[in-house]
């Protein structure tokens, strides 16, 4: 045990005071007449001497009610492993609050940021002598204070602008990087985490910061929390008159079952679904909804569930990507090779020109443009120069696919062409002769081409093959149609973030009745849907992260500005070199619209970090091994932060144990001198 203030131990030597008054008094001596002697004697044996012991005993208890008092001043705590110092040297604290998603779980309608902000002033007031003082937040991080507080210097931490944000926290990132900037620490090191503590620490903190002391303030745990945790496309093919599936996935994270909870699906501000159902706790479910877009272009849809405990995961917003026109560039070594592909494409177009479609007849590609194209067909080509290899892995970056038909020209590309476009390697031509024939089978029939495209008759549908060249895949090249034995006849490669389908043989009715076959046209048509479906500009981001939105070539020096979820309008300029508009960290939840003028150009959705669900939580035993026992407490949202703050720091106090005491002996000794009726018979 030691004591805060020691000096007023001193004071001990009172308590030697009713000693001597009781020695004193007995010098004072009276005399008292008795008319028998008889009664002396019987007051002798009888009465003084339980005088004198309880005399002997009030002195003790009158002692001890001045030792408990003057212990119990002089600041008694029962010491602990802190390595904390008690003394008049400086102290070094640093707090971090955690301000990311999770922490706007709300409980008894304040958030658990909300009480974060609450317990600082508590944090503060445990602070004695003089103290540097560093606050940080961890979305974005940022020093919120920093200053020095001397004895009888009060600071008022409810003005420190502390917002709730929507993006991931890097807690123990943070922390580690501020704690290693500390150069010239004091001899007292403190950390205050104030955190939902959604990952323990990494195996660092137990060897790199041995001379700090940890005080990590913890949350309540989650009750109520219904999360809508994916809305994708089922159907890559979107068409406005085409049945469009949406897969979504809900789960219940809290440990309560919630029933009859309504699933709501909106689109372009129309309520297209509803489902209502019940979750089991720490259990999820998956919905399929159907739905008719009704138009083309970007449309906005959210996905509904009701308000809970954390409502960041209630809604959902995303976008989809109808495409109104798709504009073709179509590349062949004579006007003959294009005849095929042509009346296939105008079978596509129809009368409402869903396509662009140019035709260039090129023997040798030397030069080429592809700044409003969509999809590059290409017809066997002889010769790709190194520019025009250059612009098509441009325009596969960009977001641009390209279909491939080889013939009796691919044999004779050049390696650099094959190993920059990732094409596969040429083994040999093969055809054969007479009546006889390559069958083409169906080697994924999960890849979205091929999906909701109905084949009764596979054998009839697909094509008889007389002439094909003999590839080799790359590493990353998908099969998706194959001949009989087992050679690739239609292939998906990927490439910079977008494909290229190549045929192994050529629209050609000497090489293949390809053309005769009545799935030429929806397969060709899914195809060019899925190439030009780009949807890069409407996917998804996460909170926090970059949003790339590739614009077109003829809008670059538009005037460009984003519309956020809360309204506000950000001007925008344009990354001239990538012709694409570059949005550097995206801080708010919700849709995102962005204009090139007054016209809107496409629309973009974010969504919370995964590492912000708020079931993620480690709890105490899984954090305080790795700082150390000896270094670390944890502090329950129930409890008294500043005693245990003190306590830790210097540690248990003992006053009230003596103040007990010295409130005991008071009454004890109230007890044994109070006035007795037989004592008073007596005297008279």
Request: glycine share 4%.
């Amino acid at each position: 045990m030691s004591f805060l203030f020691p000096n007023i131990l001193w004071g001990l030597a009172a308590t030697s005071l009713p000693l001597i008054i009781h020695l004193i008094s007995l010098r004072q001596t009276k005399t008292v007449d008795f008319s028998s002697i008889r009664h002396i004697q019987a007051l002798e044996n009888e009465t003084i001497r339980k005088l004198k012991i309880r005399q002997w005993l009030l002195i003790a208890l009158r002692m001890g009610i001045i030792t408990a008092l003057v212990l119990m001043v002089s600041g008694p705590i029962l010491t602990n492993d802190s390595p904390w110092i008690p003394s008049e040297k400086e102290s070094t604290a640093i707090i971090i609050i955690d301000n990311s998603a999770s922490m706007s779980v709300t409980r008894d309608r304040h958030s658990y940021l909300d009480k974060v902000k609450i317990d600082l002033p508590n944090i503060i007031a445990g602070f004695n002598g003089l103290v540097k003082l560093q606050v940080y937040q961890t979305t974005p991080v940022k020093q919120i204070y920093n200053g020095v507080i001397e004895e009888g210097m009060t600071i008022n931490p409810t003005i420190w602008n502390i917002p709730q944000a929507f993006g991931r926290d890097k807690l123990w990132f943070v922390a580690d990087s501020v704690l290693k900037s500390i150069t010239n620490p004091a001899v007292n090191k403190e950390c205050y985490i104030l955190s939902d503590f959604p990952t323990p620490p990494p195996s660092n903190f137990s060897t790199e910061f041995t001379d700090w002391q940890f005080y990590l303030l913890g949350q309540e745990p989650l009750v109520d929390n219904v999360s809508i945790s994916n809305i994708s496309a089922v159907s890559q093919i979107k068409l406005p008159n085409h049945l469009l599936k949406l897969n979504t996935k809900i789960d219940n994270m809290g440990p309560i079952e919630r029933r009859n909870v309504p699933v709501e699906l909106y689109l372009n501000k129309e309520r297209v679904g509803q489902i209502v159902s019940h979750f089991q706790p720490q259990r999820s479910k998956e919905f399929l909804f159907q739905v008719y877009p009704g138009k083309s272009g970007v449309i906005r849809g959210r996905l509904i569930i009701p308000r809970d405990d954390y409502s960041l995961d209630d809604i959902q917003t995303f976008e989809l990507t109808i495409p109104e026109q798709i504009t073709c560039k179509v590349i062949a070594n004579s006007q003959d090779e294009t005849f095929l592909l042509k009346t296939v494409l105008e079978s596509i177009s129809g009368k409402d020109r869903f396509l662009d479609v140019e035709l260039k007849v090129m023997n040798t590609i030397e030069r080429i443009y592809l700044d409003e194209t969509d999809i590059l067909i290409l017809q066997d080509p002889k010769y790709l120069s190194p520019s025009v290899i250059e612009s098509i892995k441009r325009f596969l970056g960009g977001g641009g696919s390209i279909l491939w038909f080889s013939g009796e020209n691919y044999a004779g590309l050049t390696q650099i062409t094959k190993s920059n476009l990732k094409l596969p390697k040429f083994i040999e031509n093969v055809q054969v002769s007479g009546e006889s024939y390559f069958s083409v089978d169906v080697t994924d029939r999960d890849n979205p081409i091929l999906q909701e495209l109905n084949l009764r008759d596979v054998s009839a549908a697909l094509p008889q093959v007389y002439q094909y060249n003999r590839i080799e895949n790359r590493v990353g090249h998908k099969s998706i149609l194959s001949l009989n034995n087992n050679d690739p006849f239609f292939i998906e490669i990927p490439h910079t973030g977008s494909q290229i389908y190549f045929f192994s043989s050529p629209l050609d009715l000497r090489w293949n009745d390809f053309s005769m076959k009545g799935i030429l046209i929806p397969l060709i048509h899914r195809l060019l849907i899925l190439s030009a479906s780009n949807e890069i500009n409407t996917a998804i981001v996460e909170v926090g992260q970059e949003k790339y939105i590739k614009i077109k070539k003829d809008l670059i020096n538009a005037q460009w500005s984003l519309l956020t979820p809360s309204g506000n309008k950000v001007l925008l300029v344009p990354d001239y070199n990538r012709e694409a508009l570059i949005i550097d960290r995206i801080q708010e939840l919700g849709s995102y619209e962005v204009f090139a003028g007054d016209e809107s150009y496409t629309a973009f959705s974010s969504k919370l970090s995964p590492f912000e669900k708020p079931s993620l939580r480690a709890q105490a035993d899984e954090v305080i091994p790795i700082i150390g026992e000896n270094r670390a407490v944890w502090i329950n949202p129930d409890k008294n932060i500043n005693e245990m703050i003190i306590n830790q720091r210097q540690g248990r106090a003992l006053w009230r144990t003596f103040l007990i005491i010295a409130i005991a002996f008071m009454l004890l000794e109230s007890y044994l001198s109070r006035m007795r009726p037989e004592a008073i018979k007596l005297k008279s």
